[in-house]
């Protein structure tokens, strides 16, 4: 059977995180590398779910979120990692071989614009935006986050976003 392009991503990915794992300790990082991953993992189902929910490309947005925090993971450094993120994917996705110029474009640009959580943008654009959000917020209330009071910040400078999602997949918000 033929390897799916997801799977290859996931084994580009890992390769990536490997390395950066032997160069960076977690005292050079703004985020814990365990975090980081865990978050990973949280925001590709999430993303998925929102995906089929409304009609999106499943495959394009689980292969974004796969990538998508690449820059911080990366260097370790929180600021600029939307900066740094899209030239390091669109390499992988290019030698990966197996995708076209748009949907490299496409992948590119979601890495670039998932943080600018206060813009709405296009219906990929939302799904990345509110799937990070979303992890974050249910991460934060589940307790597992580090550093509480950035995160009680992060939910109320995204408040409608969740409120947003609350309602469109019926659950309650609760303050972390
Ligand atoms: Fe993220």
Redesign the pocket.
């Known amino acids: 059977m033929k390897e799916s392009r997801t799977s290859k991503a996931v084994t580009v990915a890992w390769d990536v995180i490997v390395k950066s794992m032997k160069s960076l300790g977690d005292g050079d990082r703004d985020v814990p590398l365990a975090q980081?991953l865990f978050?990973?993992m949280g925001?590709v189902k999430l993303a998925t779910l929102l995906a089929n929910k409304r009609g999106l490309n499943s495959e394009i947005v689980t292969i974004t979120?796969i990538l998508?925090?690449h820059g911080?993971i990366l260097t370790g450094v929180w600021d600029g990692h939307d900066a740094i993120g899209p030239p390091l994917v669109r390499r992988l996705l290019e030698r990966m071989g197996d995708f076209t110029p748009e949907e490299i474009d496409l992948i590119v640009k979601l890495t670039r614009t998932?943080?600018q959580k206060d813009q709405i943008g296009d219906p990929y654009e939302e799904c990345i935006r509110d799937?990070?959000v979303l992890?974050?917020y249910l991460g934060g209330t589940a307790g597992w986050t580090r550093e509480v009071e950035p995160l009680r910040e992060y939910i109320s400078k995204n408040r409608r976003r969740i409120e947003n999602l609350a309602e469109e997949l019926g659950f309650r918000i609760i303050e972390p």
């Open positions: 980081d978050h990973v925001v979120m998508h925090d911080r998932h943080r799937a990070d992890d974050i």
